[in-house]
């Protein structure tokens, strides 16, 4: 079993930046793709960004590409998200989530993930 616990939401204002972290317990992160997804209330879980087990590869939702980067840290067993120019829109539930699979598969979907943390909420004011 996996443990993530997210952290790093807050309140800042549009054009800032914040930086989330997500810590992963109960496997080595070195064995996990790992993603952000966020949400809003009366909406899907949309996908944010994903980064391959050993950060090789990331992936990146068109609305955030450019402004956010997704990073890893195995040795520490984090995850960070970095968000710059962050807008009202950008205000959600953040949650990451871990995929144990070791075969090929889409990182930028909800159903590839087995386990998630409970979110940190980032609010973004105009």
């Known amino acids: 079993q996996v443990q993530l616990v997210e952290s790093g939401g807050a309140l800042v204002q549009a054009g800032g930046s914040l930086s989330l972290s997500c810590v992963a317990s109960g496997r080595s992160l070195s064995l996990l793709n790992m993603g952000w997804f966020r949400q809003t209330p009366g909406k899907e879980r949309e996908f944010v960004a994903a980064i391959s087990r050993t950060g090789s590869t990331t992936y990146y939702a068109d609305s955030v590409k450019g402004r956010f980067t997704i990073s890893r840290d195995n040795a520490k067993s984090t995850l960070y998200l970095q968000m710059n120019s962050l807008k009202f829109e950008d205000t959600a539930v953040y949650y990451c989530?871990?995929?144990?699979?070791?075969?090929?598969?889409?990182?930028?979907?909800?159903?590839?993930?087995?386990?998630w943390g409970q979110g940190t909420q980032v609010t973004v004011s105009s």
């Open positions: 989530a871990a995929d144990r699979s070791v075969g090929l598969s889409d990182l930028r979907l909800k159903r590839t993930y087995d386990y």
